[in-house]
C-alpha cells in the first residue's frame, strides 16, 4: 500500500513569503500525485494534478514538483497570502491500486 | 458537471440506528472512492469501485460497513448499527482513469452518532 508522508505537520508565515510543502511516498510506481486544499469545516479542492510522465505543474502562484526516484513531492507558493491558510494534503495512487493514498497534511497559515 | 454529490450534508443519529449515505459521482466517471476523515487518523480510503465492482474494501472497519454500486451514477455507504466512534467526515470521490483525471470529492457528510 501506498504510503504518504508530509513534512510539516504545521506552518506559520508572515504575508509574503515564498514557501515549500513537503511529501514523500513510498511506492515509486505511481500514476498521479495530486495536491489538494482542504479550509476547515469543507471539502477537498484540487490544485494541481502530477501524472507520472510529468515532473511539475503550475498553477498560478503554485508550483508543485514530482521526483519518483526519490519518492518525493514538494509544492511551492509563492508571494503567500492570508487566503492562503488552509490545511494543504498530498495524495498518491500507485500501480497496485488507482486509489489515492493521502497523508495528513500540513496546516498552514499565513499572517498579515 | 455539478461534481460529486453527496446527500445527506449532516447527519446526527442515535446509537444502534441505521445510516446510510449517498453518492452521485461525475458521470463518466468509471472509479469511485469512499473515505472517511477525522482529526485522528485523517484521510482514510474506506473502499473503492470500479464500474460499479468493488475492488478494495480493506479499508471497510468492520462488518458494520457496507457499500454498493447499484450503478454508474449512485453508490450507498451503510452503517448498521452505528456507534458514537463511527463519527467523521464521509467523502466519495470520483475519477477518470480513461482519461487520467484528477480526483474530484465531495462536499462530504458530517455524521454524528450519539
Known amino acids: 500500500k501506498q504510503e504518504v508522508t508530509q513534512i510539516p505537520a504545521a506552518l506559520s508565515v508572515p504575508e509574503g513569503e515564498n514557501l515549500v510543502l513537503n511529501c514523500s511516498f513510498t511506492?515509486?510506481?505511481?500514476?498521479?500525485l495530486q495536491w489538494f486544499r482542504q479550509d476547515p469545516g469543507k471539502g477537498l479542492t484540487s490544485l494541481l494534478l502530477?501524472?507520472?510522465?510529468?515532473r511539475e505543474q503550475t498553477s498560478g502562484r503554485l508550483n508543485a514538483s514530482l521526483d519518483k526516484s526519490s519518492g518525493r513531492s514538494t509544492l511551492y507558493i509563492a508571494a503567500s497570502q492570508p487566503g492562503d491558510s488552509a490545511t494543504y494534503l498530498c495524495?498518491?495512487?500507485?500501480?497496485?491500486?488507482?486509489?489515492?493514498?493521502f497523508g495528513k497534511g500540513t496546516s498552514l497559515l499565513v499572517t498579515p | 458537471d455539478a461534481g460529486v454529490i453527496q446527500s445527506p450534508r449532516h447527519e446526527v443519529t442515535e446509537m444502534g440506528q441505521e445510516v446510510t449515505l449517498r453518492c452521485k459521482p461525475i458521470?463518466?466517471?468509471?472509479?469511485l472512492f469512499w473515505y472517511r476523515q477525522t482529526m485522528m487518523r485523517g484521510l482514510e480510503l474506506l473502499i473503492y469501485?470500479?464500474?460499479?465492482?468493488?475492488?478494495?474494501d480493506s479499508g471497510m472497519p468492520e462488518d458494520r460497513f457496507s457499500a454498493k454500486m447499484p450503478n454508474a451514477s449512485f453508490s450507498t455507504l451503510k452503517i448498521q448499527p452505528s456507534e458514537p466512534r463511527d463519527s467523521a467526515v464521509y467523502f466519495c470521490?470520483?475519477?477518470?482513469?480513461?482519461?487520467?483525471?484528477?480526483?474530484?470529492f465531495g462536499q462530504g457528510t458530517r455524521l454524528t452518532v450519539v
Open positions: 470521490a470520483s475519477r477518470s482513469r480513461r482519461l487520467n483525471t484528477e480526483a474530484f
Open positions: 511506492d515509486s510506481a505511481i500514476y498521479n
Open positions: 502530477i501524472q507520472s510522465s510529468q
Open positions: 495524495a498518491a495512487d500507485s500501480n497496485s491500486g488507482y486509489a489515492l493514498n
Open positions: 458521470s463518466g466517471h468509471d472509479y
Open positions: 469501485f470500479n464500474n460499479n465492482v468493488p475492488i478494495d
